[in-house]
């Protein structure tokens, strides 16, 4: 053999090695006893971290997930989203309904964010929130006629006093909202059915809807800087833009299922789970994709990923940590 020889078949298999370890099993399954599905989680460190989901289901740890302490805030509204913007100030979103804690989530509080004559013809529903700063915060979904059956407009309101009080936001669409994501101060997208994306350069006083070319729902937005940023949704939909959404390109893959969060870690690094239990890994800026073992059939619908640690969670009380 000779040297060139030996030099390319020293390079195939250090890349089948490199290849097998980015695509091992790294994600430890769990569960809590819950009586529906978890829907969203959120870590303030390694230690420290919230899980919620249907039935108003709230959970929290400070072990990094060896165990979990149920939470009982007075609700049976399925809680659709939670976020901390610092280790002590943290909002939560179920149904109609907003709470906010102030002390790391050792007391919650309802706090009500619109008057109820702001909606005649029918009820609010808030699915997502996202803070750019200690101030500024934004919160959408959506608004149901007064069955709860159909969605007859969309929904964004915006406060400018870390949440005491909220002021609603006209936008350019009529449809469901279903995650938003803020870069500093005064960029903002959000996403929502039948392919829609709005963005905000003015910290979310106003939004423009951007061309996502395509018309499938999106359920998921992330955004590193105010360039790059990703997308997904049903069917296998996976959005990448280079330019602030100003075009997304779309990514093709061999997996059909519906995806619900994308999340990167890093520039590089980024997570997609979805249905079926699936869960895909990029180390390319989201450029392609790999599955990753889940070993899990369940739904997943929650995702938080950080360079050091991440967890997934979803049908039945499931929750994967992942251990890199």
């Not at 108003?56 to 400070?62: C, D, M, P, Q």
């Not at 309101?157 to 005491?164: L, S």
């Not at 829609?196 to 106003?206: F, K, Q």
């Not at 959005?239 to 390109?249: A, H, I, M, Q």
Request: net charge neutral; with cysteine.
């Amino acid at each position: 053999m000779s040297f060139f020889q030996r030099v390319i078949f020293i390079f195939i298999i250090v890349s089948i090695f490199a290849s097998s370890a980015f695509s091992q099993t790294s994600w430890v399954p769990n569960k809590v006893k819950a009586s529906g599905d978890l829907i969203t989680v959120y870590f303030t460190s390694s230690d420290k971290g919230w899980i919620a989901g249907d039935d108003g289901y709230l959970a929290s740890t400070i072990d990094g997930g060896r165990n979990w302490k149920k939470k009982d805030i007075g609700t049976t509204e399925s809680i659709n989203e939670i976020y901390f913007r610092n280790d002590d100030n943290g909002y939560l979103v179920a149904g109609k309904k907003m709470f906010i804690t102030k002390d790391g989530g050792e007391n919650w509080r309802e706090t009500r964010i619109y008057r109820l004559n702001d909606f005649p013809n029918g009820s609010p529903e808030f699915l997502s929130i996202r803070f750019a700063n200690k101030k500024r915060g934004i919160v959408i979904g959506s608004i149901l006629d007064r069955k709860g059956e159909n969605v007859v407009d969309s929904l964004v309101m915006r406060t400018e006093d870390g949440g005491e009080s909220w002021v609603r936001v006209t936008v350019p669409s009529k449809t469901e909202l279903y995650h938003l994501d803020f870069v500093g101060d005064n960029y903002c997208w959000i996403v929502g059915d039948g392919g829609l994306i709005l963005a905000s350069t003015d910290g979310g006083a106003s939004f423009v809807k951007q061309k996502s070319g395509t018309d499938k729902d999106l359920y998921n937005v992330d955004f590193r800087d105010e360039k790059e940023g990703y997308a997904v949704g049903s069917k296998g939909t996976i959005l990448r833009t280079e330019d602030g959404g100003n075009f997304w390109r779309s990514v093709r893959t061999s997996f059909a299922s519906t995806f619900m969060r994308v999340d990167f870690a890093d520039d590089k690094n980024g997570w997609i789970v979805g249905y079926d239990g699936t869960i895909l890994r990029s180390n390319d800026k989201g450029k392609s994709w790999v599955k990753q073992e889940s070993r899990t059939v369940d739904r997943l619908y929650g995702l938080y990923m950080t360079k050091k640690y991440g967890y997934a969670v979803g049908g039945n009380g499931v929750i994967l940590q992942y251990q890199k």
